[in-house]
């Protein structure tokens, strides 16, 4: 059974989100999705569906949970049919109950059909996303942690699932490797041959090459890595699978003079005792990476369509989302 879903902190109002999803990458991904899911059309429909049928269907919630991705359900909607009305019912980023009516579409009934599975692929995981970032948030409230997402995204729709995270109340990490320094246990092997005596030189000197907006963060894996780190001036440091004991002594070594930023074994049950060691931010793989989707559906409204579409088809149309 789904557990209730708290509402977004009141700190990062649903306002905030307003534009902050990218049309362009938006209209990029449904545009190869629909490529994807019906690349020579919707026999189906057009087949059964008279051309000129008119359909009003509505998102609705099966279970409770964060809204992530309303934008996306009006777009995929009016780009098989520009002419189609979307009302928004609940906004991105706000909590809503099992049985809530989130959105209505009116329009040519083909290109809604067409336009469903997308469309609910789309914003189930999204919601999905927001609603178990909510969960996390809640968890710490009042910790001054913030949670973070990570790059362990689906390929291709990375946008889409950080926007998610921001509607859940989480903020982002890097949004890819073009955007931060951030040195892993890899990159350290490499960078020092396994003598950690070079440690803070090879950081340094690395520090040194790079723009003075550009943000440096290095993980590390040991308590004695944390002094080399620090002595080479870095922004932040990644304690990563750290127990919470050891977190809370990395917090006080570090003392302010850096970002400390926890990663690796947080879940649910974890994650406010990792809160409470006053790491500045938890970054979190699975908000992204392992979510099931969420249980929304389209239905169709009978009777609210006009007489020559009942008549076109004897007064039916299904009521439920198709496979």
């Known amino acids: ?31 190869a999705a629909l490529n994807e899911d019906a690349p020579y059309g ?24 964060v809204l992530s991705g309303g934008e996306v359900f009006a777009a995929a909607m009016k780009l098989t049919d520009p002419g189609a009305d979307v009302e928004l019912l609940v906004a991105d980023g706000a909590a809503f109950a099992a049985g809530t009516a989130l959105a209505r579409v009116r329009g040519n009934a083909r290109a809604v059909l067409l ?6 692929n789309l914003v189930q995981r999204m919601s999905a996303i927001a609603t178990r970032t909510a969960e996390f948030v809640a968890l710490v409230d009042g910790t001054g942690a913030r949670i973070t997402d990570t790059r362990k995204t689906t390929p291709g729709l990375r946008v889409l699932e950080r926007y998610a995270v921001r509607c859940g109340g989480g903020a982002n ?12 246990d890899n990159h350290l092997a490499v960078l020092t041959g396994g003598d950690p005596s070079k440690l803070t030189a090879v950081l340094r000197e690395a520090r040194s090459r790079l723009g003075h ?32 004991a050891e977190l809370a002594a990395g917090v006080a070594l570090v003392n302010g003079r850096a970002r400390v930023e926890a990663s690796g074994n947080v ?21 992204t990476h392992s979510v099931a989707a969420l249980d929304l559906g389209l239905d169709i409204e009978l009777g609210l369509n006009s007489e020559s579409n009942s008549e076109s088809n004897g007064g039916q149309m299904a009521g439920q989302a198709t496979p």
Request: proline fraction near 6%; charged fraction near 15%; aromatic fraction near 2%.
């Open 1 to 31: 059974m789904t557990a209730p879903v708290a509402a977004r902190p009141a700190a990062l109002p649903v306002t905030a989100l307003a534009g902050t999803l990218p049309t362009a990458a938006v209209d990029a991904v449904l545009r």
């Open 42 to 65: 919707d026999i189906t429909s057009q087949t059964l569906i008279p051309a000129d049928a008119r359909a009003t269907a509505v998102l609705a919630a099966r279970v409770p949970g």
């Open 115 to 120: 336009a469903e599975r997308v469309a609910l």
């Open 173 to 184: 990490h890097r949004f890819g490797l073009s955007d931060a320094v951030l040195a892993k």
């Open 213 to 244: 907006t550009t943000h440096f963060e290095v993980e590390v894996d040991s308590m004695d890595q944390i002094g080399p780190v620090l002595a080479a001036g870095v922004d932040t440091i990644m304690l990563d699978n750290f127990t919470p």
């Open 267 to 287: 879940n649910l049950a974890t994650v406010a005792g990792i809160a409470a060691t006053g790491v500045d931010v938890i970054s979190i793989g699975g908000l």
